[in-house]
């Protein structure tokens, strides 16, 4: 961030907890409708009664979350650059930002629907299952993959919304898309019988209506505001910052899928029963993580306006919000899972085995929660602000220090260790951030 004045256009404002609720609950609603979706996409399948057909969408799932994630910062990074210019009250560069993502998404998106193949015969290879599931991965890939430059683009609209912290906005965005594709997937995939392709279908044609709406959305506003002159979209040092931006935030991203893949290969090592346990263990932990990021979200939007406006108490103020709030929340779910988490496991697995493995690490998961929420908050802190770098090397950091506390840990203490190796990982990745946080704050709004 450039040092200076405080901007003759900068807006004043005062963060307060509806400023901070206001974002918050209506994504945290949004980000629980995408588990929604993959129940639904696994019940219209299931219905068939072929487990192939079933491993088939998971596997294909799983490539498509890992390509996905690696996009996610068209997401976060718009939104952390929009909020900085909204802080400012530069119009321009809000509608400058979100065209930029735009281009961004339009040109990856396009480059991984021509790569679908190959995507889908890597997928299949790394996956080694049996041929008809291969088949059915194979299949959900090739056709859920055409849709990479609508999902691109729709990550750039969601970033601009959020940025200028439209929370409602945004939960109505991710409505509509899920809200078509689960009703497509009924449609598509059950009433006329087309299965695994039906069911991929039905995401191609929801991301593609929910952005023609988004779009249509965001056209209109800036129809209101003076027109971006093209030297300003194609400005190549706005470009690098984005590119440098998201370049950070994508590292993150494989650090951080990374560390879960350690993770499970390590629980496999402990038998498939002890596997099976900790994978159930480990949706409660994304559950409240869903939660969790409605937060960071709050955060970023907060955090990036109070940068570019250069208002030094309003962030302040934003860190401390998001936090108590977020504090407040993850205590909550750790209640929740310590008293009711033996008969939620119980609804998730039939599996007498599993369910008795997964009692006895049921408190190691129902802590992550208070873990993690550092972790999350700082990320949203860090992504407003825009200073990936140190969000970058802390990841690194905290990745190192896991992997440290991994081999150290789950010798000695079996399954014990894995959990406390992960509770590790995100201790360090909310300490580390905060205590650079500390050092930023010296000289970032003087």
Known sequence: MDKGAIPADARPFVVTNRSVLAIAVPMTLAYLTTPMLGLVDTAVVGQFGDAALLGGLAAGSLVFSVVFTTFNFLRSGTTGLVAQAFGRGD??????????????????????????????????????????VSEAMGVYIRIRLLAAPFSLIN???????????????GLVLQLVLNGINIALCFLLGLKLGWGVAGVAWATVTGEFLAMLLGLAIVVLRFRSTPSLPRHRLLDMSAFRIMLSLNRDIMIRSFSLLAAFALFTRQGAQFGTVTLAANAVLMNFFLVAGYFLDGFATAAEQLAGRAVGARAEQPFRRAVRLTLFWGFGLAGAATLVLLSAGANLVAVVTTSQEVR???????????????????????????IGATWSRDMRNMMLLSFLVFTVALLTLAPAFGNHGLWAALHVFLLTRGFSLLAILRLRLRTAFS
Do not use: H, K
């Open 91 to 132: 119009a321009l560069e809000e509608q400058a930002v979100f065209w930029r993502a735009v281009l961004i998404a339009v040109v990856a998106g396009i480059v991984l629907a021509a790569l679908s193949p190959l995507i889908a015969v890597g997928g299949q290879w790394f996956m080694g299952a049996e041929p008809r």
């Open 155 to 169: 990550y750039a609209i969601l970033g601009y919304v959020l940025g200028r912290g439209e929370g409602g906005l």
């Open 356 to 382: 008795s493995v997964a009692d006895i690490y049921l408190p190691w998961a129902a802590f992550t929660a208070l873990s993690g929420v550092l972790a999350f908050q700082m990320d949203g802190v860090f």
